[in-house]
């Protein structure tokens, strides 16, 4: 049973630029969360997709975007790249993010992604 | 938004009980909190999950007041490979967002 997939592992890029994350739910789940994840900081709850839409947001710019896909996986998109959008980028899957379900059903948590902006 | 306050770091001895305790305002009223393990460079991994009163899983147990101000997070005789960090999780009472907390690191000593 495969667990949460992130891709790539780490990622370089440069201020200004854009770059896509990527994030396999575990087999059976149909929710999908991101977080972001400064170094020595908790995660930051980015938003969470379920049945192909963007359920909840936090408190992240309009340059955090995503998608979900009908098999359930997810990208997660982030323009104009700031030196401070440096982190571990985490994905979480749950199932039955249904609308009236509790937002904090269990999640299952990937390794991650780490982003460095230079 | 919901706030939390856990301690930033506690030192523990192999064979102890270990508690950890959250503190967090303005939570859902129906939703769950939930603990998590971290290890450096990896994903949070899920410790144990509940609602209120008492909760009890194999690896922990997890303590909440009817107020569901603070939960703690009891570990039974730790060991060296239980030196983590710990989060809480709670649903912001303010809308639909999850909050973690600060997190909590553990240095189990032998």
């Known amino acids: 049973d495969a667990g949460v997939t992130q891709s790539p592992t780490h990622l370089i890029k440069t201020r200004g630029q854009q770059v896509t994350l990527r994030c396999s739910p575990k087999?059976?789940?149909?929710?999908v969360s991101w977080y972001q994840q400064a170094l020595g900081q908790g995660p930051q709850f980015i938003f969470q997709?379920?049945?192909?839409?963007?359920?909840q947001r936090g408190n992240f710019p309009d340059r955090f975007s995503g998608h979900q896909f009908p098999n359930y996986s997810s990208e997660l998109n982030v323009n104009a790249l700031l030196l401070g959008d440096s982190a571990l980028y985490l994905c979480?899957?749950?199932?039955?993010?249904?609308?009236?379900?509790?937002?904090?059903?269990?999640?299952?948590f990937g390794p991650g992604t780490r982003l460095t902006v230079l | 938004l919901a706030k939390t306050t856990q301690p930033i770091s506690m030192d523990s001895y192999e064979g102890q009980e270990v508690n950890i305790t959250c503190s967090h305002n303005?939570?859902?009223?129906?939703?769950?909190i939930t603990w998590y393990q971290q290890f450096p460079s990896q994903g949070p991994r899920f410790i144990i999950q509940?609602?209120?009163t008492k909760v009890t899983n194999e690896v922990a147990s997890l303590f909440i007041p009817a107020d569901r101000k603070s939960s703690t997070l009891s570990l039974p005789r730790v060991s060296l490979s239980d030196t983590a960090v710990y989060y809480c999780?709670?649903?912001?009472?303010?809308?639909?967002?999850?909050?973690f907390g600060a997190g909590t690191i553990l240095r189990v000593k032998s």
């Open positions: 979480a899957s749950s199932l039955g993010g249904g609308w009236g379900k509790s937002i904090t059903d269990t999640q299952y």
């Open positions: 087999s059976g789940h149909d929710t």
């Open positions: 997709y379920y049945e192909e839409e963007e359920r």
């Open positions: 303005n939570i859902a009223t129906n939703d769950y």
């Open positions: 509940g609602y209120k």
């Open positions: 999780l709670v649903g912001d009472g303010d809308g639909n967002k999850l909050v």
